[in-house]
């Protein structure tokens, strides 16, 4: 493998196993094999991990963004390395973000794709359009909305459960992320912040 780690553009990594970008737009990756470590259950197709722009990483899984605006994951089924149940909504991606145990991709159109273990939206599923950007802790998700709003989802603990301030949730600029909450910049009344 040392021979393929030439010309490398950037690295990426789980807890237990490395991905590498190469120039050429492939990738190579190595280490525990269940946390992302062994890329051949997706190297089926010859073609899979080529013109790749960009690598996600999980705790113990990846997720590659390709030119086309596709996506392929491997790593650990449970924790994001297993899209199948979304594959077919996973076109047309301009972005990728992760929690440790899941990801979201906001497609081209302002929707958003969800898998993993807190990756799961069917709750907020029909907000989340003309979506803006996305930002996330370790356990759950924002989405910041073109008509100055946010959707959240995942643990309630980190940030996933924003009932309580949702009334608050207008007129958003920004949003930040640390490892457990959330915070919102509000444009009017101006440098007001919402926190949960």
């Known amino acids: ?20 970008l190469k120039n050429d737009k492939t990738v190579v990756t190595w280490g525990n094999h269940r946390n992302g470590g062994d890329s051949s259950s997706v190297r089926q197709d010859e ?6 722009k960009s690598i996600y990483a999980g705790r113990y ?5 390709k030119e086309d605006g596709n996506i392929v994951t491997w790593g650990h089924n449970t924790h994001g390395g297993d899209s199948s149940s979304v594959r077919n909504q996973l076109q047309q991606v301009e972005s990728i973000y992760t929690t440790l145990h ?5 497609k081209r159109d302002g929707t958003v794709v969800t898998w993993g273990l807190e990756g799961d939206s069917s709750s907020v599923r029909d907000q989340l359009q003309q979506v803006k950007s996305i930002h996330a802790t370790d356990g759950a998700f924002a989405a910041l909305k073109e008509d100055g709003t946010v959707v959240t989802w ?3 603990e980190y940030g996933g459960d924003s009932r309580p301030v949702q009334q608050k949730l ?17 444009t009017q009344p101006k440098n007001r912040y919402v926190l949960w």
């Open 154 to 156: 995942g643990i309630p």
């Open 170 to 186: 207008t007129n958003i600029s920004h949003v930040k992320a640390s490892k457990t909450g959330f915070v919102a910049e509000k």
């Open 61 to 65: 899984a990846f997720a590659a963004l």
């Open 47 to 52: 073609q899979t991990l080529q013109q790749v």
């Open 102 to 106: 899941s990801f979201a991709a906001l």
């Open 1 to 20: 493998m040392r021979n393929q780690l030439k010309q490398v553009k950037s690295i990426y990594a789980t807890d237990l196993a490395f991905a590498a």
